[in-house]
Protein backbone atom coordinates (compact mmCIF):
# COMPACT_ATOMS: atom_id res chain seq x y z
CA UNK A 1 0.00 0.00 0.00
CA UNK A 2 1.41 3.21 -0.88
CA UNK A 3 1.36 5.36 2.47
CA UNK A 4 3.09 8.29 1.25
CA UNK A 5 3.23 9.74 -2.06
CA UNK A 6 6.82 9.06 -3.28
CA UNK A 7 5.23 5.74 -2.48
CA UNK A 8 2.28 6.16 -5.35
CA UNK A 9 5.26 5.01 -8.60
CA UNK A 10 5.48 1.77 -6.86
CA UNK A 11 2.23 1.25 -5.44
CA UNK A 12 1.09 -2.23 -7.45
CA UNK A 13 -2.61 -2.58 -7.33
CA UNK A 14 -1.89 -0.68 -10.76
CA UNK A 15 -0.26 -0.91 -13.47
CA UNK A 16 1.89 2.45 -14.93
CA UNK A 17 -0.28 3.38 -17.71
CA UNK A 18 -3.37 3.24 -15.06
CA UNK A 19 -1.49 5.16 -12.87
CA UNK A 20 -0.49 7.49 -15.87
CA UNK A 21 -4.25 8.03 -16.47
CA UNK A 22 -5.53 8.69 -13.42
CA UNK A 23 -3.29 11.38 -13.17
CA UNK A 24 -4.46 13.22 -16.19
CA UNK A 25 -7.85 12.69 -14.65
CA UNK A 26 -7.26 14.12 -11.35
CA UNK A 27 -5.68 17.22 -13.11
CA UNK A 28 -8.64 17.52 -15.74
CA UNK A 29 -7.15 16.01 -18.82
CA UNK A 30 -10.60 13.75 -19.32
CA UNK A 31 -13.96 14.20 -20.61
CA UNK A 32 -16.55 16.73 -19.54
CA UNK A 33 -19.00 15.83 -16.88
CA UNK A 34 -22.12 14.53 -18.57
CA UNK A 35 -25.37 16.90 -18.02
CA UNK A 36 -26.83 14.36 -15.91
CA UNK A 37 -26.70 12.94 -12.21
CA UNK A 38 -23.40 10.59 -12.36
CA UNK A 39 -23.18 7.07 -10.58
CA UNK A 40 -19.81 6.58 -8.72
CA UNK A 41 -18.69 4.21 -11.22
CA UNK A 42 -19.45 6.78 -13.87
CA UNK A 43 -17.56 9.32 -12.10
CA UNK A 44 -14.72 7.29 -11.40
CA UNK A 45 -14.28 5.89 -15.36
CA UNK A 46 -14.80 9.56 -16.52
CA UNK A 47 -11.84 11.07 -14.12
CA UNK A 48 -9.69 8.39 -12.66
CA UNK A 49 -10.33 5.50 -15.94
CA UNK A 50 -11.91 2.29 -15.22
CA UNK A 51 -8.57 0.53 -13.33
CA UNK A 52 -8.61 2.79 -10.39
CA UNK A 53 -12.43 1.94 -9.98
CA UNK A 54 -11.98 -1.75 -10.40
CA UNK A 55 -9.43 -1.73 -7.99
CA UNK A 56 -9.81 0.70 -5.39
CA UNK A 57 -13.19 1.99 -5.79
CA UNK A 58 -15.57 -0.75 -6.82
CA UNK A 59 -14.55 -2.99 -3.30
CA UNK A 60 -14.45 0.17 -1.37
CA UNK A 61 -18.13 0.84 -2.22
CA UNK A 62 -19.62 -3.00 -1.84
CA UNK A 63 -17.74 -2.92 1.26
CA UNK A 64 -18.46 0.71 2.87
CA UNK A 65 -22.15 1.33 1.03
CA UNK A 66 -23.12 -2.91 0.42
CA UNK A 67 -24.05 -1.33 -2.75
CA UNK A 68 -23.93 -1.57 -6.52
CA UNK A 69 -21.58 1.51 -7.33
CA UNK A 70 -23.17 1.98 -10.73
CA UNK A 71 -26.62 2.44 -9.25
CA UNK A 72 -24.97 4.82 -6.34
CA UNK A 73 -25.44 8.08 -7.18
CA UNK A 74 -21.53 9.98 -6.71
CA UNK A 75 -23.07 13.09 -5.31
CA UNK A 76 -24.91 11.29 -2.54
CA UNK A 77 -22.19 9.15 -1.49
CA UNK A 78 -18.57 11.14 -2.11
CA UNK A 79 -20.66 14.49 -2.35
CA UNK A 80 -17.34 16.31 -0.92
CA UNK A 81 -15.37 14.80 -3.88
CA UNK A 82 -18.11 15.48 -7.05
CA UNK A 83 -18.06 19.21 -5.57
CA UNK A 84 -14.71 19.53 -6.06
CA UNK A 85 -14.76 19.05 -9.30
CA UNK A 86 -17.98 20.93 -9.90
CA UNK A 87 -15.93 24.06 -8.15
CA UNK A 88 -12.97 23.79 -10.87
CA UNK A 89 -13.33 21.73 -13.30
CA UNK A 90 -11.04 19.21 -12.19
CA UNK A 91 -10.37 17.15 -8.94
CA UNK A 92 -6.96 18.64 -7.77
CA UNK A 93 -7.84 22.28 -9.26
CA UNK A 94 -11.04 22.15 -6.91
CA UNK A 95 -8.94 21.03 -3.77
CA UNK A 96 -6.31 23.83 -4.23
CA UNK A 97 -9.13 26.29 -4.54
CA UNK A 98 -10.88 24.83 -1.41
CA UNK A 99 -7.38 24.54 0.45
CA UNK A 100 -6.95 28.37 -0.29
CA UNK A 101 -10.18 29.43 0.99
CA UNK A 102 -9.77 27.67 4.23
CA UNK A 103 -6.71 29.53 4.54
CA UNK A 104 -8.20 32.63 3.98
CA UNK A 105 -10.97 32.18 6.28
CA UNK A 106 -8.75 31.49 9.04
CA UNK A 107 -6.98 34.32 8.43
CA UNK A 108 -10.48 36.35 8.73
CA UNK A 109 -11.57 34.27 11.70
CA UNK A 110 -8.05 34.90 13.90
CA UNK A 111 -8.48 38.61 12.80
CA UNK A 112 -12.14 38.74 14.37
CA UNK A 113 -11.29 36.94 17.46
CA UNK A 114 -8.48 39.44 17.97
CA UNK A 115 -10.72 42.03 17.21
CA UNK A 116 -13.30 40.58 19.49
CA UNK A 117 -10.56 40.42 22.71
CA UNK A 118 -9.88 44.28 22.19
CA UNK A 119 -13.46 45.14 21.82
CA UNK A 120 -14.02 43.49 25.30
CA UNK A 121 -11.24 44.97 26.81
CA UNK A 122 -12.45 48.92 25.85
Not at 56 to 75: H, M, N, Q, T, W
Request: proline content about 7%; hydrophobic content about 35%; some cysteine.
Amino acid sequence: MASKPGDLPFFDLMSIPGKLRAGLGVLGIRQPPPGHEESVEDFVCRNLRAEVFEHLIEPFCSGVYAGDPSKLSIKAAFGKVWRLEETRSSIIAGTIKTIQERGKKSQTAEGSVSENFASLLD
